[in-house]
C-alpha cells in the first residue's frame, strides 16, 4: 500500500495536469483534504508532507481531532464540509476556520452571532444542491440567489464562494455539466456584487471535470487516506 505522502503527491501531479489541460495556474487550486473517518495520525502525517487544509464531515470526530492534534492548531486551516444542525453551530463557530456546508440563513445567522470576537471572521460557502436531488442537503438556484445577499452582510461571516457535491457520473462530459451550473452560480453572484472567490467543487472521481469548471478548491478524500470504512461513507 502506497503512504499518505506518496498519495498526496500523485494527487498534486493530477492536480496540476488538470490545471495544465484546463489553461490554468497550479497555485490558483487549492487542495482540501479530507480526512473525515482518518484518526489523527494521519493527518499528522499529510501535514508532515505539507498539507494545511483538511476537511471534516462530523463535528464531534473534527473537535476530538483538533484536541489530539492542539500543537498543530495556528498552522492547519479546519474545514467543516459535513451537514451542520442549528445545536452545533456554537462548538463550530468557535473550533473551525472554514464552514462549506451553510444551507439556510439561520445557520449562516447563528454562526455569526456565536463566532468569538477573538477570531477572525468564519469563512463560509453557500451549499447548493447543484444537481437537485431530494436527498441531497444544499439550497436550490433560487434560494441561493435569494440567501446570498443576506448571509454576505452579517458581520462576523466572510461568504468567501459555493460548494456542491453533484451526484456520481461516469464520463467527463456529464460530470462537467453540474459543475459549470455551479459556476454560473458563482459568475452570476458575482455579476451582482458579491466579492466570492472561491468554488468548492471536486472529488476523487471528478476533480478533473471540476477543474476544468473553474473549481478554485477541490475536497480530495479517497485518492489520499484510501478508501474509508463503508458505514462511515
Ligand atoms: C467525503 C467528502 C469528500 C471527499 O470525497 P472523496 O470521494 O473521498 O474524495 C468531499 N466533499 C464532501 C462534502 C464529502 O463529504
Redesign the pocket.
Known sequence: MSSIAENLQDLMLRLRRACEQAQRAAKDVTLLA?S?TCPANAVRQAFAAGQRDF?E?YVQEALDKMAALAELRTQISWHL??PLQSNKTRVVAEHFDWVHSVDRLKIAQRLSEQRPAYLPPLQVCLQVNISGEASKSGLSAAELLAVAPAVAALPRLQLRGLMA?PAPADDLAAQRAPHRALALLWAQLRGEGLALDTLSMG???DLEAAVLEGATLV?????IFGA?PAKAA
Open positions: 479530507v473525515k476537511g464531515n464540509i459535513g457535491v472529488m476523487s472521481h475536497r480530495v478524500g479517497t485518492a474509508r
